[in-house]
Nanobody, 122 residues
Framework: VQLQASGGGLVQAGGSLRLSCAAS????????MGWFRQAPGKEREFVATISWSGSSTYYADFAKGRFTISRDNAKNTVYLQMNSLKPEDTAVYYC????????????????WGQGTLVTVSQ
């Protein structure tokens, strides 16, 4: 599956952004999807993941209550709604796909998009 992330940009602290990840190739609905992020000088970290049906989700602690992952299998797209953004959320955000159960490990995801930059100013 090929993935294309979009929706990043510059936003003030407290603002919101919605990231999208469009998939092409093999059946999108067969994949568990995830969002990860990587800030400058830091390792790529888990943000959120969603099951193939959308019925199960799991979030990193920093994302709980502020971020929402969702998917539309008819549109082959997964979303990450980010609210109450903080400067420490500044990073390149990546979407990823895997077959199998939910996972918070980047090593379990075999397909990656190119990333979209989110910058949160003070």
């Amino acid at each position: 599956v090929q993935l294309q992330a979009s929706g990043g940009g510059l936003v003030q602290a407290g603002g919101s952004l919605r990231l999208s990840c469009a998939a092409s190739g093999r059946a999108f609905s067969a994949y568990t999807m995830g969002w990860f992020r990587q800030a400058p000088g830091k390792e790529r970290e888990f943000v959120a993941t969603i099951s193939w049906s959308g019925s199960s989700t799991y979030y990193a602690d920093f994302a709980k209550g502020r971020f929402t992952i969702s998917r539309d299998n008819a549109k082959n797209t997964v979303y990450l709604q980010m609210n109450s953004l903080k400067p420490e959320d500044t990073a390149v955000y990546y979407c990823a796909a895997r077959t199998g159960r939910l996972s918070d490990s980047r090593f379990d995801f075999g397909s990656w998009g190119q990333g979209t930059l989110v910058t949160v100013s003070q």
